[in-house]
């Protein structure tokens, strides 16, 4: 049972267009990380959120933890070939080390 | 140093052979981890180590064996593997923190691992 559910599993856009991923789950998460992964290369973290109704910004990205602490989302703003790769959302529960990662978005980007 | 150093890059063994992987990091993290990621599929946890003690074994089979030498030092010795280990190998470090989680993990970029 998969208890992060990532949605689109596939994307396919052309450079310029926005785009928005989905992390959900029924379960409670003390916090929620987003990572981006590129071939034959271990997931680089891009951010952290704990606060419930939390966004943050990072240049284009922008991430929403729900106000359940249940789901959260990645918006990419003029997305750019660069932006391509494996992104995993990840929740971690209580104040367990365990990581759970999602089922992972590919994002594709089309010059 | 912000990074977490893994070797080999790329690993390929017989299914008698004995191997071991090597993960380090030197940014004072107190909490390191092995992961398994398949290819097209999400990391999948195999083991915690939380102040160089064994916290979490997510049921690895024993031909798996982990070791924390020292605060720095990840291994995973293995010995007698299947072809259906082969995967990507990550190690992960993350600070000791009372969120556990929370304070994001560093990754290494993995061991390449065939087993033949």
């Known amino acids: 049972t998969q208890l992060l559910e990532q949605s689109p599993q596939f994307l396919s856009i052309q450079e310029g267009e926005n785009l928005t991923v989905y992390c959900n789950s029924s379960s409670v998460f003390s916090s929620l990380q987003w990572y981006r992964q590129e071939p034959g290369e271990g997931p680089v973290l891009l951010v952290t959120?704990?606060?419930?109704?939390e966004v943050k910004k990072l240049k284009r990205l922008t991430f929403q933890f729900g106000d359940a602490r249940k789901d959260s989302s990645l918006h990419i703003t003029a997305a750019q070939p660069g932006d391509t790769g494996l992104y995993l959302c990840?929740?971690?529960?209580?104040?367990?080390?365990?990581?759970?990662f999602g089922s992972g978005t590919r994002l594709l980007v089309r010059p | 140093d912000t990074e977490v150093t893994q070797t080999p890059k790329h690993l390929v063994m017989g299914m008698t052979n004995k191997k071991s992987l090597k993960c380090e990091q030197h940014?004072?993290?107190?909490?390191m981890y092995w992961y398994k990621q398949k290819a097209k599929k999400p990391p999948e946890l195999m083991f915690v180590?939380?102040?160089?003690?064994?916290?979490i074994n997510e049921s690895v089979p024993s031909r798996f064996s982990p070791e924390c030498p020292n605060s720095s030092l990840l291994n995973l010795h293995l010995h007698a593997l299947q072809p259906e280990d082969s995967a990507l190998y990550l190690c992960?470090?993350?600070?000791?923190?009372?969120?556990?989680?929370?304070?994001?993990?560093?990754f290494g970029s993995g061991t390449r691992l065939t087993v033949v």
């Open positions: 940014m004072g993290h107190r909490a």
């Open positions: 990840a929740g971690a529960k209580d104040s367990s080390y365990k990581l759970i």
């Open positions: 180590y939380s102040y160089e003690k064994l916290s």
């Open positions: 992960a470090s993350s600070q000791d923190t009372g969120t556990g989680g929370a304070a994001g993990y560093t």
């Open positions: 959120v704990v606060t419930g109704g």
